[in-house]
């Protein structure tokens, strides 16, 4: 039997990466990661599971984060001008509410 991939670490000049091979046994790199433990916890958490066959839990979001990936996606094909009135109305919610983590679907 296989031993069981772990990834492995690397350094680049301003982060740090993840080294593994994939399904197909191809080696693959992901880097950008701030430490050792956010690419080790990266590849445990995201890439083993689907690896694996098995959905990989996502991150809990915060309602900042949520709302820029909201108005990113909301900007194709809108006028600039629709982007920062919606910017605008829900920057009241991200002054309360910005740091609040946001639960998934059951």
């Known amino acids: 039997m ?3 991939q772990r990834g492995s670490i690397y350094r680049t000049s301003s982060s ?4 593994y091979y994939d399904e197909a046994g191809v080696r693959r790199r992901q880097a950008g990661f701030s430490s050792r433990s956010a690419a080790r916890a990266w ?3 995201v890439l ?15 309602l900042t984060e949520h ?10 094909g809108r006028e600039a ?3 920062a009135t919606l910017r605008h109305r829900l920057s009241y919610a991200e002054e309360t509410f910005g740091e609040l983590q946001l ?4």
């Open 48 to 62: 083993r599971p689907r690896m694996l066959g098995q959905a990989a839990v996502a991150a809990p979001l915060t």
């Open 67 to 76: 709302m820029g990936r909201y108005l990113e996606a909301h900007a194709v």
């Open 103 to 106: 639960k998934g679907r059951s």
């Open 16 to 19: 740090y990466g993840v080294r």
């Open 81 to 83: 001008s629709t982007i």
């Open 43 to 45: 590849f445990r958490d």
């Open 2 to 4: 296989p031993a069981e």
